[in-house]
């Protein structure tokens, strides 16, 4: 087991299969040593997180959304290392859009969710540059979307 592995045990997370592109693009892009992650959805081990932040669903619930949003990250990464996160060097960059009414402020605490989970799996390598965007919609009414950048050896 790798390190990141054991990281990922310790934390209880088990990565899914990594969610196939549902239309014309790939799940990620290698460019040099940087991986490009097309956006994950909400999706987690009880289905698709749908709603809308500031109408349907409350912040708890985004916060939720976006470290689905995370796991499903890692995983479609894991696939891009050929099995092994140990070769991450970095985390990147963080783009979070979070399905949300235009009185809703805390898209920055929602995407915090994902933000987190990277800190915590990847440690000081986890720490990145990010945004969090309200969005008046998403594909599939996702609660969530988060994309991502990251440095491998």
Excluded: W
Aim: proline share 6%; aromatic share 4%; net charge negative.
């Amino acid at each position: 087991m790798s390190r990141i592995d054991d990281r990922l045990a310790e934390l209880g997370l088990v990565l899914p299969e990594p969610v196939a592109p549902v239309a014309n693009y790939v799940p990620y892009v290698i460019s040099g040593n940087l991986v490009f992650i097309s956006g994950q959805v909400s999706i987690g081990p009880g289905g698709l997180i749908t709603g809308k932040l500031g109408a349907d669903l409350d912040l708890e619930k985004g916060v939720e959304a976006a470290h689905a949003c995370g796991v499903n990250l890692i995983a479609q990464l894991r696939a891009a290392c050929g099995g092994d996160l140990d070769r991450v060097t970095r985390v990147v960059k963080l783009g979070g859009f979070v399905n949300s009414t235009p009185d809703f402020t805390d898209q920055p605490k929602v995407v915090n969710g994902c933000s987190d989970l990277m800190v915590a799996v990847f440690a000081d390598k986890g720490r990145h540059a990010r945004a969090a965007v309200g969005a008046p919609a998403l594909p599939l009414n996702a609660a969530v979307e988060v994309d991502g950048v990251f440095e491998i050896d």
